[in-house]
């Protein structure tokens, strides 16, 4: 049975081009319905690094959540993500199950909806953008009730940058 997933994208070294390439890759293993805007964002925890490209991607996947997670780390790995014990350590791009279709998962390597969407402001707004109505079990808001709450600062929309990759990788679906 197919399956609505939010897949979060991030990326500090080379994100024109690490993000182009996470979502070729995405595409190449499961349907890519849409594309949000994507963010130029602040790094978390460091202030000291480069900023971020951040996005939400919405897929449809017959692949249970668990099995997704380690297909993105799959994609992670063939693009040079190296992980560390710090988690705010640079990155080649970052790819996480942010809610698949409304599950409640808590697990020891996955939980869901993704807690980051309750206190990130670029991906509130951006899961918003794609599913408003999202409802988010645990979180009790939906996507877009819960991007209301979250201020928008250090975000900047990369209107340009979004429409070429929505062009490239959702083949005008």
């Known amino acids: 049975m197919m399956a609505r997933a939010f897949v979060g994208v991030g990326s500090n070294i080379d994100p024109t081009e690490n993000v182009k390439k996470a979502l070729r890759l995405l595409a190449q293993e499961m349907r890519v319905v849409a594309v949000s805007t994507v963010y130029e964002t602040e790094p978390e925890g460091r202030r000291r690094q480069p900023r971020y490209y951040n996005c939400v ?32 350590a640079s990155r ?14 808590q697990a020891p390597d996955l939980t869901l909806p993704n807690p980051d969407v309750a206190t990130r402001a670029y991906l509130a707004a951006a899961l918003a953008e794609l599913a408003p109505a999202l409802a988010l079990p645990g979180i009790d808001l939906t996507a877009a009730e819960l991007a209301k709450k979250l201020p928008e600062r250090g975000m900047r929309a990369l209107h340009e940058y979004t429409a070429a990759l929505r062009r490239e990788v959702t083949h005008g679906s």
């Open 57 to 88: 991607v919405e897929v449809e996947t017959e692949a249970p959540p668990a099995e997704l997670k380690r297909a993105l780390q799959g994609i992670e790995e063939s693009l040079g993500r190296v992980r560390t014990a710090d988690k705010y």
């Open 92 to 105: 080649t791009i970052d790819l996480d199950v942010l809610a698949y279709d409304e599950l409640s998962v």
